[in-house]
């Protein structure tokens, strides 16, 4: 149960970098394309994150109680995701809207029919 409990963060990371790739390579639709690049993303986020976390951790604080570097968390992974939700919340709000003016240019969202299509 300990090599469960200890990764079962990295697990989830892995099944949804797993489900976001089963979703952009075997979907035809342009929606679900785009939610399968989001899915993929947050599984990066929640290993970025999983890597930054220690057990009974504490925060990233030096004070005179003396507490030691290997027991606090780092707080590099947590910015960096931070920063990586704000970015890909932007990026898929411009893939939405990307996806609504292809629907109203080729009037469909399959993407084999519009590769197909002629510009």
Wanted: glycine share 8%; charged share 10%.
């Amino acid at each position: 149960m300990t090599f469960l409990q200890n990764y079962i963060y990295y697990i989830a990371s892995f099944g949804l970098v797993l489900t976001g790739l089963y979703i952009i390579m075997v979907k035809k639709n342009l929606i679900k394309v785009i939610l399968g690049i989001s899915i993929l993303e947050t599984g990066v986020n929640v290993f970025l994150i999983s890597l930054g976390y220690q057990e009974n951790g504490t925060a990233p604080i030096f004070s005179r109680i003396g507490l030691s570097a290997n027991r606090m968390t780092d707080p590099v992974p947590q910015a960096l995701v931070l920063t990586a939700i704000v970015i890909g919340l932007a990026v898929l709000a411009l893939a939405l809207t990307l996806a609504i003016r292809a629907y109203r240019y080729f009037g469909t969202l399959n993407l084999m029919k519009i590769k197909d299509q002629k510009w």
